[in-house]
Nanobody, 118 residues
C-alpha cells in the first residue's frame, strides 16, 4: 500500500505563488506515475500535472500550463507543485495521486486546501 500526504496549502492573495508538497510512504517502489489534481466546490475533479517516472515525462493541463511546475526530489518520494500567479479561480482542494501507469491512479492523499482572496 502507498500512503500520500499533502501539505503547503493555505490562503494567498491573487498573484501570489505557492508550493505544494506530497510525501509518499509505504510501497513507493510500485509507483510509476504521480500527479496533482484539484477539485473546487460544485466542479469536477481536474487533472493539473503529472510525472511519468518510466519515461521521465511530464504533463500539464492546458488550463494551468505556464503557471505551474511539477517536480520531485531525488528519491522520488516527494512530489511538488509550484503554483504561480494564483487567481481566485485556482481556489480548490488539491490532491496528490500515485499509480502504476499513466492515468491509472490507485492511491490518493487527503488533499490540501488552497484559497485565493484579496
Amino acid at each position: 500500500q502507498v500512503q500520500l500526504t499533502e501539505s503547503g496549502g493555505g490562503l494567498v492573495q491573487p498573484g501570489d505563488s505557492l508550493r505544494l508538497s506530497c510525501t509518499a510512504s509505504g510501497r513507493t517502489n510500485t509507483i510509476a506515475v504521480m500527479g496533482w489534481h484539484r477539485q473546487a466546490p460544485g466542479k469536477e475533479r481536474e487533472s493539473l500535472a503529472s510525472i511519468n517516472f518510466i519515461g521521465d515525462t511530464t504533463y500539464y493541463a492546458p488550463s494551468v500550463q505556464g503557471r505551474v511546475a511539477i517536480s520531485t526530489n531525488n528519491a522520488k518520494n516527494t512530489l511538488y507543485l509550484e503554483l504561480n500567479s494564483l487567481k481566485p479561480e485556482d481556489a480548490a482542494m488539491y490532491y496528490c495521486a500515485a499509480g502504476d501507469s499513466p492515468g491509472h491512479y490507485h492511491h490518493w492523499g487527503q488533499g490540501t486546501q488552497v484559497a485565493v482572496s484579496s
